[in-house]
Structures are given as C-alpha cells and as structure tokens.
T-cell receptor, first 115, second 114 residues
C-alpha cells in the first residue's frame, strides 16, 4: 500500500542556512509523482515542487530543491537560504498509477526559522 | 492565491446540525478534491470528482456527501454533526488526467462544532 513517512515532527534552522526535510515513500508502482506543500500558520496549503518518478533531474524551484533518491525511495526537500517566512508545516505527498486519483499525504514536518 | 475559492471561511454550528461547504475550482480544472485536516488525524482525503462524476472515495463518513455541479463547483454536505467533525476542510482542484496533475488548494473552511 502507498505510504508517506516524514520522520521529523519538528525542525529548527538558523535564518540564511539551508535545511533538509526528509520524506520517504512506499509504492509498488514504477510510475508515481511526489509533491511538497507548505502550510503556514494562516492555514492555506501552498504547492512548492513536484518530482516525477521518471524525471532524470532533481526538481528545483527557486530556493526549493528536491533530493530524489529513487533506490532509497526518498524525496527530501531542501530549502536554501532559509527566511523567517519559511516557518510553516511542510507536507510530502505522493500519487501513483495504482490509485491515480488519490494523493497520499505524510504527517508533516514543522519548520521553525530562528533569526 | 491559488485560484481555488472556498466559502465560508469560518463556520460555527451545534451538534446534530447540517452544513454545506462550497468550492469553486481554478479556471480550467475539472477535478475537485475534498480533504479534512484535524489535529489528531492529519490531512485525510475524503472524495474526488472529475467533471461532475465521483472518481475516488477516501475516508468519508456516511453522514458526509458531496457533489460537483455542471459549472464544476462542488459542495460538501456534512450532517448530524458531531464534536469530532470540527476541523479544517480543504477543497483542491487539478486539471485532471494529465501528469503531474498538481492539486491546488483553496484557503479552507474552518468548521467548529459546539
């Protein structure tokens, strides 16, 4: 069955430093997509970045990049040059071909950026 | 702003009551998804519609129902409300059927059942 694991319930990072948020996934389908979302304290869910299982390159989007290690089934989010506004919950999510219409979300990691 | 709208933003009601949450997807999106986010359960997928038809069902209670109308807006109906139904309810939309089919979320409706 599909599963997303985020083992870090809470993380702290100094402003301007880089931080890595872990995500591991489990699927038997060779075709899948991985998503990261940010949820600030205001509550909205903001799409950050996407990685497809067949993508040759790691996805990047501004200060966000995805460290995709297919063999390890991990898709860690790297945020470079952290800003105070990066303080939020971060969710890793997956959609695969077995149940294309369902997106499974992990439990989330709370990131706090310290000035 | 994701382009997905949800109304109302906040809703306070009593146990046993019925409420309707409304969602308008982004222009051009055919798929609508409903999620429930509570502190103890995390983000739970409830149901998905594609172009008016139910496509997938998640952990949706029998007291809850949804539909997607011809203009593609969707409504989530919650009845016989219980204290445990208090949560943030999200609607998300996507193009539908085209990889990566990224979901974009609305601002959510915060439901409080007293």
């Amino acid at each position: 069955a599909q599963k997303i694991t985020q083992t870090q319930p809470g993380m702290f990072v100094q402003e301007k430093e880089a931080v890595t948020l872990d995500c591991t996934y489990d699927t038997s389908d060779p075709s899948y997509g991985l998503f990261w979302y940010k949820q600030p304290s205001s509550g909205e869910m903001i799409f950050l970045i996407y990685q497809g299982s067949y993508d040759q390159q790691n996805a990047t989007e501004g200060r966000y990049s995805l460290n995709f290690q297919k063999a390890r089934k991990s898709a860690n989010l790297v945020i470079s040059a952290s800003q105070l506004g990066d303080s939020a919950m971060y969710f890793c999510a997956m959609r695969d071909g077995n149940s294309y219409d369902k997106v499974i979300f992990g439990p989330g990691t709370s990131l706090s950026v310290i000035p | 702003d994701s382009g997905v709208t949800q109304t109302p933003k906040h809703l306070i009601t009593a146990t046993g009551q019925r409420v309707t949450l409304r969602c308008s997807p982004r222009s051009g999106d055919l798929s609508v998804y409903w999620y429930q986010q509570s502190l103890d359960q995390g983000l739970q997928f409830l149901i998905q519609y594609y172009n008016g038809e139910e496509r997938a069902k998640g952990n949706i209670l029998e007291r809850f129902s949804a539909q997607q109308f011809p203009d593609l807006h969707s409504e989530l109906n919650l009845s016989s409300l219980e204290l445990g139904d208090s949560a943030l309810y999200f609607c998300a939309s996507s193009v539908g059927g085209r990889v990566p089919d990224t979901q974009y979320f609305g601002p959510g409706t915060r439901l409080t059942v007293l």
